[in-house]
């Protein structure tokens, strides 16, 4: 594999307001791909001092992609979620105790939704290479660019995920060591250059986990990925511990998205895995 710098605008901006002052002609819409079973008490970190007596319930949460549709720069994907070999086999035709399943039904796997949308694809962009966020580049074209942060392709475990990079010969990389740190939030990267979208370095998750910002007409709303799960993360300021990387900045990380939204109130935060998106 060989990985390249993605290149983006260095932005000057030095704070939100002014980005979200001028907002752009691009839509979000969101896109499940079939389901996945996490547990209450890993969702949210049961040792943490403001939640008590979790319950030890699995929820069913929805797997999702992100369409994004620029009017002049055209479409784009932030994640792909699952591709279609998980309609007949929850682990993706892959062996082991540590594989995740999934659960997906005809018609919700990404390349269909890519061919009944006519979403003409420019690029994709991926939060971090967890199977349920990346696994459905295995029935995308390889002919355009996959962008991931730098230092994440080192998390990538085929023999639990699936060799989902099989058919690509480079992906692409965003260094936030070059970024701009724009408080409360993070190093942000400008990936269009007009002020868009938005990557924003979230670690905890993975070291390289990414959310994004689409700072749309109708009002910015970040899309949390995996540095939130479901609502109840946002309500009670508690980050999730399963699946995490580093508890310590996964919290970290939480707590500087619920300052960002207390900040600005016009911006939405969109959990990763919540129906409510």
Known sequence: MILKNYTYKKTKVNNW??????????????????????????????????VKDIDDEELEVPIQAYWVHHDEEGDFLLDTGIDASYITHPRGRLEGSAVDEFKLGKHENIAYHIQDHGIELKMVFLSHLHADHAAGLRELPNDIPYVISKGEFSEYHPEMEGDYLGGLDELYEIDFLQAPEIPPIGPSADLLGDGSLWAILTPGHTPGHMSFLV???DGPVLLS?????INENL????????????????????ERIVEFQKKYTQLQ?????????
């Not at 209450?40 to 040792?47: E, H, S």
């Not at 990925?225 to 799960?229: G, H, Q, R, T």
């Open 17 to 50: 307001a002014e980005v979200f002052q001028n907002p752009c002609e691009i839509t979000v819409r969101s896109i499940q791909t079939g389901t996945v079973e996490i547990n209450k008490r890993g969702a949210l970190n049961p040792n943490h001092p403001l």
């Open 235 to 254: 309500e009670l300021g508690v980050a999730p511990s399963d699946y995490t990387w580093d508890v310590g900045k996964a919290q970290e990380t939480l």
């Open 269 to 277: 935060v969109c959990p990763g895995h919540d129906a409510k998106n």
């Open 225 to 229: 990925m995996d540095a939130i799960f």
């Open 215 to 217: 700072n749309r007409i």
